[in-house]
C-alpha cells in the first residue's frame, strides 16, 4: 500500500473510538448491504440456468422454479436494502454526535492562548461542515467501499468459474484501476485538504462582516470586505473545480473500462459459442455479472474521494482535539481556607507567550483582603496579562499567584473560578435572557441571588423595564443595549456568586461620561468588601482604588495612593496625562 494510503487509513483510525459504541448496528448495515449485493449478483446464475435449461432445452418443467427463485432474490435484495437504511442513520448520526460534544468539550478546556491563535471561522467548519462529511462516510462511504470490494471480487471469481477466457478480458480492464486509485488518491486528497481550509477561512470571513457589521456600515468598508469575500470565494471556486476535473478524468476511465470489459467478452463468447466450447447462458451470466459491477466500479472513484474528504476532515478535526490542555486541576488539589479573605499575593511572576521575551518580568505585589488595587500602565506593560493570571485564564512561566497563601495551580479550577469573579473590558454577553447572563457567573444561583447582582450592579432599573423583564433574550452581544447597560449586566454576572476576589479589566472603557458616572456608582457597590484588581485606564477608575500600582515594562514600578504617587511620581503623572489632563490639574491644585 502506498504512504499516502497508509497516512489515511493511519488518520481513520482516530475515528474507532467514535465507531466502536455503534459497531453492533453498524455490523447489521454491514450484513444487510453485502447480503443484499449478493442477491444482485446471484441473479444472473439464475439467468443462465434459465437460458442453458428450459429455453435451449425447450423444457418448462422447471422454469416455475428458477423464476420464483429470481423473484425472491429480487426481493431479498430491496428488503435488504431497506434494513440498510433504516438502521443506518441511528449509529452515523451518534458518531457525529459524539466527535461534536467531544470537540465542543475540548474546546471550552484549551487555554485562552490557544483561542487567541486560531480563528473561529475555522473551528466552527470543523465543528459542523467536516463532521457532517464523516457522518456520510460512517454511513455510506466506509460500508460500501468495504462491501464494493468484495463484490467486484466475488464478480471476477463468479466470471473466472463461467470461463476462465472471460476472466482474462475482465481482469485485463479491471488492472488498470489499481494504478488510476494510486494516482487520484495523491491528487485528490490534497485538493481536498486546501477546499476545506478554504471554506473555513470563507466561514471567518462571513461570521466577522456579520458581527462587525455597525463597523462596516460606519466606516463605509462593506464593499472592500465584499471584495474579500469574492476573493476567497474565486479561490474555492477553483479548488472545487480543480477536484471536479480530478473526479472527471477518473469517471471517464471507469466508465469506459466496463463498456471495453463487456465488449471483449462479446467478441470472445461469440467465438466460443460458434465453436461449440461456451455456451450462450454462460456468456450472457458473464456479461450480465459484469454490468452489474459496473456501479461498484463506477462508484470506487466516489468513494475514494469521500474517503479522501473524510480522511482530512479527521486531520481538521484531531488538529483540535489534540490540542494540549494545558491549564488543569492538579490532581490532589489543595483547599482554600473555609473563610476566604482574598489575599492575592503576586511574588516575582513572569510570564511569556513562548517567544522568549517576558511580557511580565518578575512582579512582586500584595493586594490585602478586602483592598481594591488599580493597575496602570503605558499599552503593552502587562496590565492584562496580570489579572489573567489570578482566575488562570493563563498560568505564570516563573514565580507564583497566590490566594490566602495557596497557589492559584493548586487549586480545583472549579472552587479558584468560584472565589474569583472576572470581567472584562469588552462586556461579552450571550443571546439569552438577561437571567441565564448573569447566571452564568454562578449557574446553581436562584433568581434572588440574580436580583441582588442586578441591585449591587445599578442594573435592576433598566432590566426590570425591558418588555419581559429578566425574562427578555438581550439579542447575540447584546448589541440592543447601550454600552453602560451591556457593562453594568457583565458586572452583574461577575458579583452574583458572591466572589471574594474581583479582577475587573477597564470596566469604565469607552464609556461616555453619563454611562461612565452610572457604571462608577455601581462600581462602588461592587468593590465593596471584596479584593479587587481593577485596570485602570481613566483617572476616574484609579479614584476608586484604595491603591495604585504602575507597571512599566512588565514591573511594578511603584506602588501608592493615586494622591500620593500623583504628587510625588513624574512618570505617573505623565501616563495619567495620557487620561485626562484636566482632572490631574484640578488634583495638583487641591
Known amino acids: 500500500m502506498s504512504e499516502q494510503g497508509n497516512s489515511t487509513l493511519r488518520t481513520l483510525r482516530r475515528l474507532w473510538p467514535y465507531v466502536r459504541p455503534a459497531r453492533a448496528r453498524l455490523a447489521v448495515v454491514f450484513a444487510a448491504t453485502m447480503g443484499a449485493m449478493l442477491c444482485g449478483i446471484t441473479i444472473p446464475l439464475v439467468v443462465q440456468r434459465i437460458i442453458d435449461g428450459p429455453i435451449t432445452n425447450h423444457a418448462t418443467d422447471q422454469l416455475p422454479l428458477l423464476i420464483a427463485g429470481m423473484t425472491a432474490l429480487g426481493i431479498g435484495e430491496a428488503m435488504l436494502f431497506y434494513v440498510r437504511r433504516r438502521v443506518v442513520a441511528r449509529p452515523a448520526a451518534e458518531v457525529e454526535a459524539r466527535m461534536r460534544g467531544d470537540l465542543y468539550g475540548h474546546l471550552q478546556r484549551l487555554p485562552v492562548s490557544f483561542h487567541d491563535r486560531w480563528q473561529s471561522g475555522q473551528l466552527l467548519s470543523r465543528a459542523t461542515n467536516d463532521l457532517v462529511t464523516v457522518r456520510r462516510w460512517v454511513a455510506f462511504g466506509v460500508v460500501f467501499i468495504v462491501v464494493n470490494t468484495l463484490v467486484v471480487l466475488i464478480g471476477m471469481s463468479i466470471i473466472a468459474t463461467l470461463s476462465f477466457h472471460l476472466f482474462l478480458v475482465a481482469l485485463c480492464c479491471a488492472a488498470p484501476l489499481m494504478v488510476i486509485s494510486y494516482l487520484f488518491e495523491?491528487?485528490?486528497?490534497?485538493?481536498?485538504?486546501?477546499?476545506?481550509?478554504?471554506?473555513?477561512?470563507?466561514?471567518?470571513?462571513?461570521?466577522?462582516?456579520?458581527?462587525?457589521?455597525?463597523?462596516?456600515?460606519?466606516?463605509?468598508?462593506?464593499?472592500?470586505?465584499?471584495?474579500?469575500?469574492?476573493?476567497?470565494?474565486?479561490?474555492?471556486?477553483?479548488?472545487?473545480?480543480?477536484?471536479v476535473r480530478i473526479l472527471a478524468a477518473l469517471w471517464a476511465v471507469l466508465i469506459a473500462l466496463p463498456e471495453v470489459s463487456i465488449a471483449g467478452q462479446l467478441a470472445v463468447g461469440t467465438i466460443g459459442i460458434a465453436n461449440g466450447t461456451m455456451t450462450i447462458g454462460t456468456l450472457v451470466a458473464s456479461v450480465t455479472v459484469t454490468a452489474y459491477l459496473r456501479w461498484p466500479v463506477d462508484s470506487i472513484g466516489w468513494l475514494l474521494a469521500e474517503t479522501n474528504q473524510t480522511a482530512s476532515a479527521v486531520e481538521r478535526y484531531v488538529e483540535v482535539i489534540d490540542a494540549p490542555v494545558t491549564i488543569t486541576s492538579p490532581a490532589e488539589p489543595k483547599s482554600l481556607p473555609e473563610q476566604v479573605t482574598g489575599h492575592v499575593r503576586f511574588e516575582d511572576v513572569h510570564f511569556s507567550f513562548g517567544d522568549g521575551k517576558d511580557v511580565l518580568a518578575g512582579v512582586d505585589l500584595d493586594v490585602r483582603p478586602g483592598e481594591t488595587v488599580a493597575l496602570v500602565g503605558a499599552t503593552?506593560?502587562?496590565?492584562?496579562?496580570?489579572?489573567?493570571?489570578?482566575?488562570?485564564?493563563?498560568?505564570?512561566?516563573?514565580?507564583?499567584?497566590?490566594?490566602?497563601?495557596?497557589?492559584?495551580?493548586?487549586?480545583?479550577?472549579?472552587?479558584?473560578?468560584?472565589?474569583?469573579?472576572?470581567?472584562?473590558?469588552?462586556?461579552?454577553?450571550?443571546?439569552?435572557?438577561?437571567?441565564?447572563?448573569?447566571?452564568?457567573?454562578?449557574?446553581?444561583?436562584?433568581?434572588?441571588?440574580?436580583?441582588?447582582?442586578?441591585?449591587?450592579?445599578?442594573?435592576?432599573?433598566?432590566?426590570?423595564?425591558?418588555?419581559?423583564?429578566?425574562?427578555?433574550?438581550?439579542?447575540?452581544?447584546?448589541?440592543?443595549?447601550?454600552?453602560?447597560?451591556?457593562?453594568?449586566?457583565a458586572l452583574a454576572r461577575a458579583v452574583v456568586g458572591r466572589p471574594s476576589v474581583l479582577v475587573l479589566d477597564d470596566p469604565l472603557s469607552a464609556l461616555d461620561v453619563h454611562t461612565e458616572a452610572e457604571v462608577e456608582a455601581a462600581l462602588r457597590r461592587v468593590l465593596h468588601g471584596v479584593t479587587a484588581l481593577v485596570v485602570a485606564h481613566r483617572p476616574s477608575t484609579v479614584q476608586l482604588a484604595d491603591r495604585v500600582a504602575m507597571l512599566v515594562d512588565g514591573r511594578i514600578a511603584a506602588v501608592g495612593t493615586h494622591r500620593h504617587l500623583l504628587h510625588t511620581n513624574d512618570e505617573y503623572r505623565r501616563l495619567l496625562s495620557t487620561m485626562d489632563e484636566e482632572l490631574i490639574e484640578e488634583e495638583v491644585a487641591s
Do not use: H, Y
Request: charged share 30%.
Open 186 to 243: 495523491a491528487k485528490f486528497k490534497v485538493v481536498a485538504r486546501r477546499a476545506q481550509d478554504q471554506a473555513g477561512d470563507l466561514t471567518t470571513t462571513v461570521e466577522e462582516s456579520v458581527l462587525g457589521i455597525r463597523v462596516l456600515k460606519a466606516f463605509g468598508r462593506g464593499p472592500e470586505l465584499a471584495k474579500k469575500f469574492a476573493a476567497q470565494a474565486r479561490e474555492l471556486r477553483s479548488t472545487e473545480l480543480a477536484k
Open 380 to 489: 503593552g506593560s502587562g496590565k492584562t496579562t496580570l489579572t489573567a493570571l489570578v482566575p488562570r485564564l493563563a498560568d505564570v512561566t516563573g514565580g507564583r499567584v497566590t490566594i490566602d497563601g495557596v497557589d492559584v495551580r493548586d487549586l480545583d479550577l472549579a472552587e479558584l473560578r468560584r472565589v474569583v469573579g472576572t470581567a472584562f473590558e469588552e462586556p461579552v454577553l450571550f443571546s439569552a435572557s438577561v437571567t441565564e447572563n448573569v447566571a452564568l457567573g454562578a449557574p446553581d444561583v436562584g433568581e434572588d441571588r440574580v436580583r441582588e447582582a442586578l441591585r449591587v450592579a445599578k442594573a435592576e432599573e433598566f432590566t426590570e423595564a425591558l418588555p419581559w423583564g429578566l425574562d427578555t433574550r438581550i439579542g447575540e452581544q447584546g448589541m440592543s443595549l447601550s454600552g453602560g447597560q451591556r457593562q453594568r449586566l
